[in-house]
């Protein structure tokens, strides 16, 4: 499976995509950020984050969207602006139908490293020995697209089939409607 | 002019239309609420209110929209989704080109009642009052957009006078670029 992962912000929306499956090795697709300008109007920049994710959905048609999860309590300073940049994310994926998950920072580092407490150097470290990296891509934001995509495939997978398994019991022996 | 307010949420998402100019007489042109199912992810809820702002856009052509401006500070179990609410509404008038003014509840309450800590009540009543209505609209949300919406016919002719002399100011005397 291919997943775009999106780090939502503002002024740097990372982006990364990946391609993999569970107990497979994962290859890095692409990996950048999504820049706007601090000195433009709040809506320019949105428009700005939502063209430019569209883009890299159009180009790496990726099969699921990963974002972080962003919470109340996090930085003050940028968290409205990062709660709107998420949002932007969010319409842009089930605009086109694409599933959606979103991942707390806790979650990815305790997918990639193992410890949802890990720091970011000991995050970066995992990312580039998962993806088999030459280095860790800059800034921090595109990096970190790149370990909310890992965490997708590998938690992604496995709640795929939980939520098959789910949908399975809760499934009526006779169809109860056709929507 | 005429304005559409937007008052953001993900549950209930105020939008009131008015026409109207600075020293004369507000029409209410059209309120009401984008509602979303709080059992539905988020990010189809978020498309919800994309689509219904679409619409409203669609259907009542503004000249401009008027956004309430969310703080961190504000109720925090709700804050995330309406910052992300707040995004959509920025986009969807951005895209077309609209212009786009964000007002603070205080800026609001102390455009309709001349006192930015005026309650509820106090704000619902000058609404009604200003637009010659028999009665508030319901829910708060749908009331809240039009007070959005007055504030903007009144604030706005006088900010874009402000505008256009500052503008005007900075004009250097022989054009320095054509973008």
């Known amino acids: 499976m291919r997943v775009l992962g999106i780090d939502p912000g503002l002024t740097r929306c990372g982006v990364g995509v990946v391609d993999g499956s569970v107990g497979r090795p994962l290859t890095m697709v692409d990996v950048g950020v999504i820049r706007t300008s601090a000195s433009l109007p709040i809506a320019e920049r949105l428009v700005t984050i939502e063209r430019g994710l569209d883009a890299w959905i159009e180009e790496h048609r990726p099969d699921a969207v990963a974002v972080e999860r962003v919470f109340a309590r996090s930085d003050s300073s940028t968290i409205m602006g990062t709660a709107q940049a998420s949002g932007i994310a969010l319409v842009v994926a089930a605009r086109r139908g694409l599933p959606i998950a979103l991942h707390t920072p ?74």
């Open 106 to 179: 806790s979650e990815v580092k305790a997918a990639v490293s193992g410890n949802g407490r890990a720091d970011k150097a000991q995050v970066g470290a995992m990312v580039v020995r998962i993806l088999r990296l030459t280095e860790l891509p800059k800034p921090a934001d595109a990096a970190d697209a790149l370990a909310l995509a890992i965490t997708h495939v590998w938690r992604g997978g496995a709640q795929s089939r939980i939520d098959a398994a789910v949908a399975a019991t809760r499934r009526p022996p006779t169809p109860m409607r056709t929507r």
